[in-house]
């Protein structure tokens, strides 16, 4: 038990930093530790991307809408915060990827664009006959023994070809990293393909068994049915009082060489630690603490910049039928859009009876001036595109457009191993600092829960055995 009340600041108030404060005090507690916990955010809201509108009953996401639903650390947090009731799953699951203008439904079996299914994939118009050929030499090239890191893209075309890659693989995993899949790090953004890799011959027979094995798990997506926010509302809720500060910006972090950090703040207020948790996105490191040099690599991170465009219809104004979930869109196709989401079908709870919610997606690696471009500019080149694909016969009742700029961390080859080097130099010169968050260990709300849920227990480790 300790004899003196310790101080745990985190720094960021998005998702990573909600948990990390959450599951300190739940430490404290539990334990009965005399831990204070102090979570400062730069904005006024907490939260970070995740963000929910409603309007004319309709529920909006301006960030992400959903998460995995056999990823356990959200699950757990949301029963944990009360919400558990409110977990809503994904309604139609057949999506499509849009290849020379014209809409292809992807195969079923599709495992990250992957063919496991012998069948879907012989029968679809998405790839040519050469294409097929092409890809089925995945079972005779030889196994994946891959001592170095290596970009998405060369791992997938040497197994499967490109035309494979560019008609779905690249759309797919652009709708999730907004990249360019020739520079992102296999192994920091698909860790399970290298295991793959090392236990089969195939690259298509060793997901064909991740399949099935997802088959029988609690699998799906899952949302809240009154929003996402709801998550960082009821989390923040059951933060202690007075442990956030809201609206401030932490301008430097020096360790003392009593092991006590000091946080200055813009405001000109200064705040001491026993422990420091840095959820904030990579590129503040450098900036808040410039006389440590390991942190200097993470200003050569790059990060994507995105726009969301969310419209609503009367369901009448888009006169064919429309099934599904939406679709995502290959470079060969002549449109602006990366993908589209039919919320209405996805989350027929998001949009009022009689109502469409269409969310279309826009910026990737090469093409991020559009975000920068005025809401009706994007309405307009948006409204263009969709016309070429569904049928609208009126303009939309109204549009929200969501900016995030610099928001999306590439993990570039070597990613994990330049993390692992800034980790070990932290451990070795700041004992009681921690990193966690999207820059580093995952994108996903899951991992950035996770990654924050992680770091409370090194942290809350660290205060009990200190002296």
Same mark, same amino acid.
């Given at each position: 038990?300790?004899?003196?009340?310790?101080?745990?600041?985190?720094?960021?108030?998005?998702?990573?930093?909600?948990?990390?404060?959450?599951?300190?005090?739940?430490?404290?507690?539990?334990?009965?530790?005399?831990?204070?916990?102090?979570?400062?955010?730069?904005?006024?809201?907490?939260?970070?991307?995740?963000?929910?509108?409603?309007?004319?009953?309709?529920?909006?996401?301006?960030?992400?809408?959903?998460?995995?639903?056999?990823?356990?650390?959200?699950?757990?947090?949301?029963?944990?915060?009360?919400?558990?009731?409110?977990?809503?799953?994904?309604?139609?699951?057949?999506?499509?990827?849009?290849?020379?203008?014209?809409?292809?439904?992807?195969?079923?079996?599709?495992?990250?664009?992957?063919?496991?299914?012998?069948?879907?994939?012989?029968?679809?118009?998405?790839?040519? !006959?050469?294409?097929? !050929?092409?890809?089925?030499?995945?079972?005779?090239?030889?196994?994946?023994?891959?001592?170095?890191?290596?970009?998405?893209?060369?791992?997938?075309?040497?197994?499967?070809?490109?035309?494979?890659?560019?008609?779905?693989?690249?759309?797919?995993?652009?709708?999730?990293?907004?990249?360019?899949?020739?520079?992102? /790090?296999?192994?920091?953004?698909?860790?399970?393909?290298?295991?793959?890799?090392?236990?089969?011959?195939?690259?298509?027979?060793?997901?064909?068994?991740?399949?099935?094995?997802?088959?029988?798990? /609690?699998?799906?997506?899952?949302?809240?049915?009154?929003?996402?926010?709801?998550?960082?509302?009821?989390?923040?809720?059951?933060?202690?009082?007075?442990?956030?500060?809201?609206?401030?910006?932490?301008?430097?972090?020096?360790?003392?060489?009593?092991?006590?950090?000091?946080?200055?703040?813009?405001?000109?207020?200064?705040?001491?630690?026993?422990?420091?948790?840095?959820?904030?996105?990579?590129?503040?490191?450098?900036?808040?603490?410039?006389?440590?040099?390991?942190?200097?690599?993470?200003?050569?991170?790059?990060?994507?910049?995105?726009?969301?465009?969310?419209?609503?219809?009367?369901?009448?104004?888009?006169?064919?039928?429309?099934?599904?979930?939406?679709?995502?869109?290959?470079?060969?196709?002549?449109?602006?859009?990366?993908?589209?989401?039919?919320?209405?079908?996805?989350?027929?709870?998001?949009?009022?009876?009689?109502?469409?919610?269409?969310?279309?997606?826009?910026?990737?690696?090469?093409?991020?001036?559009?975000?920068?471009?005025?809401?009706?500019?994007?309405?307009?080149?948006?409204?263009?595109?969709?016309?070429?694909?569904?049928?609208?016969?009126?303009?939309?009742?109204?549009?929200?457009?969501?900016?995030?700029?610099?928001?999306?961390?590439?993990?570039?080859?070597?990613?994990?191993?330049?993390?692992?080097?800034?980790?070990?130099?932290?451990?070795?010169?700041?004992?009681?600092?921690?990193?966690?968050?999207? /820059?580093?260990?995952?994108?996903?709300?899951?991992?950035?829960?996770?990654?924050?849920?992680?770091?409370?227990?090194?942290?809350?480790?660290?205060?009990?055995?200190?002296?």
């Amino acid at each position: 038990m300790l004899g003196e009340k310790k101080r745990v600041v985190v720094v960021g108030g998005g998702i990573t930093g909600l948990a990390a404060a959450y599951y300190l005090q739940k430490a404290a507690k539990t334990s009965q530790l005399p831990l204070a916990v102090t979570l400062i955010e730069a904005t006024p809201r907490l939260g970070g991307k995740i963000r929910t509108i409603k309007k004319n009953g309709f529920v909006i996401e301006k960030g992400p809408d959903s998460f995995l639903a056999r990823k356990e650390s959200v699950v757990r947090l949301v029963k944990d915060v009360g919400l558990g009731d409110q977990l809503v799953h994904s309604g139609a699951g057949q999506r499509y990827v849009l290849v020379n203008d014209k809409l292809h439904p992807i195969p079923s079996g599709s495992v990250i664009g992957v063919p496991t299914k012998i069948l879907p994939f012989i029968t679809t118009n998405l790839f040519s !006959i050469t294409g097929k !050929i092409r890809a089925s030499a995945d079972f005779f090239l030889p196994n994946n023994h891959l001592k170095n890191d290596t970009s998405l893209g060369g791992f997938f075309r040497h197994r499967l070809g490109d035309e494979i890659v560019e008609n779905l693989i690249e759309p797919l995993l652009a709708g999730i990293y907004a990249g360019d899949i020739d520079k992102l /790090s296999l192994r920091a953004t698909l860790p399970q393909l290298n295991e793959t890799g090392e236990k089969h011959r195939s690259l298509i027979l060793g997901l064909k068994e991740i399949a099935s094995a997802l088959t029988n798990e /609690s699998g799906g997506l899952l949302t809240l049915k009154d929003g996402l926010e709801e998550l960082a509302e009821a989390i923040e809720e059951r933060l202690e009082g007075g442990s956030v500060l809201k609206g401030l910006r932490v301008r430097q972090i020096e360790r003392q060489e009593d092991g006590k950090f000091f946080l200055a703040l813009n405001d000109g207020e200064r705040v001491l630690a026993d422990g420091v948790i840095v959820t904030s996105p990579h590129f503040t490191l450098p900036a808040m603490m410039p006389q440590h040099r390991f942190f200097d690599v993470l200003k050569e991170m790059p990060a994507m910049s995105v726009a969301t465009i969310t419209m609503a219809f009367p369901e009448a104004a888009i006169s064919q039928s429309i099934t599904g979930s939406g679709f995502v869109v290959s470079r060969n196709s002549d449109v602006t859009i990366t993908a589209c989401t039919w919320i209405h079908k996805k989350w027929p709870h998001a949009a009022p009876p009689g109502k469409a919610l269409l969310c279309c997606y826009v910026g990737r690696a090469g093409d991020e001036a559009i975000v920068d471009l005025s809401d009706a500019e994007i309405e307009q080149i948006v409204m263009a595109d969709l016309k070429k694909v569904i049928a609208l016969s009126t303009e939309p009742e109204f549009t929200v457009v969501s900016r995030w700029k610099n928001a999306i961390p590439q993990y570039t080859i070597g990613h994990n191993e330049r993390i692992e080097a800034i980790e070990e130099r932290i451990r070795e010169q700041l004992p009681g600092f921690f990193i966690a968050g999207s /820059s580093f260990r995952g994108i996903g709300i899951p991992d950035c829960i996770k990654q924050g849920e992680e770091a409370a227990q090194k942290a809350a480790s660290f205060i009990q055995n200190k002296d």
